[in-house]
């Protein structure tokens, strides 16, 4: 893919990009601050699912990261848009935390299941509840299949391995929304007036970020913190666009080589 591009639009990851919970990335506010100095528009983009938009926007104001709520586009989103233009009743295993975003959604006698990360949620007797209602014919909705993520303590397993589970009991494939669905990128550039080929995605999963970023158009720049591990770079085909150590080396970049 080219660089000789027009960039109107960068679109940022959050969990391991900008911030790992409560703790902001070193130096990247300060770097937030120049990249909104130049012309470009700047989206959010999450598969966050532990939290509803509003209580993640307020996580990231508390750390003194310069963002609007009406920035932020989040998987939870998309999986409501989902789920409301399918009609269906959904069983909703998500953290108790984000159900504010589905709230006036009818999940009585659930005819649908939607999976995001819902450790609490993740034991056998709820997992089996949703197997059933698959076999019966409910369709799979993942909010996303992110393999694991970054704590403080280390890295977690994500949704994906349990959706891939009920995937394989049932013999049915899920409906992902997410990252790194092409729809999910092109739904956030359409909220900002922009074209793949004008924008580019920085983020540290080389799968979600980076690969569905390219696959849908945009250049893809990976950065070395949150879940990043050695040898990630190599996981996609092309392979990213630029690798940097962290998200304030990424918008020097765009700053300097991209505008």
Known sequence: MSTRRILKAVLIDLSGTLHIDDTAV????????????????????????????RALFERLHKLSFDIHEDEIFTSLTAARNLVEQKQVRPLLLVDNSALE???????????????????????????????RLILDG??????????????????????????????????????VVGKPEKSFFLEALRSIGCQPEEAVMIGDDVRDDVGGAQSAGMLGILVKTGKYRLGDEGKTNPAPYLMCDAFSQAVDHILYNML
């Open 26 to 53: 070193s130096g990247a506010q300060e770097a937030l601050q120049k990249l909104r100095s130049s012309p470009v528009a700047v989206k959010f983009v999450t598969n966050t699912t532990k939290e509803c938009k």
């Open 101 to 131: 975003d589905f709230e006036g959604v009818d999940t009585t006698d659930p005819n649908a299941v939607v999976v995001g990360l819902a450790p609490e949620h993740f034991n056998y007797d709820t997992l089996n509840k949703a197997f």
């Open 138 to 175: 409910a369709p799979l909705i993942a909010i996303h299949k992110a393999r694991y993520y970054k704590k403080v303590d280390g890295l977690s397993l994500g949704p994906g391995p349990f959706i891939t589970g009920l995937e394989y009991a049932t013999d049915v494939k899920a409906t």
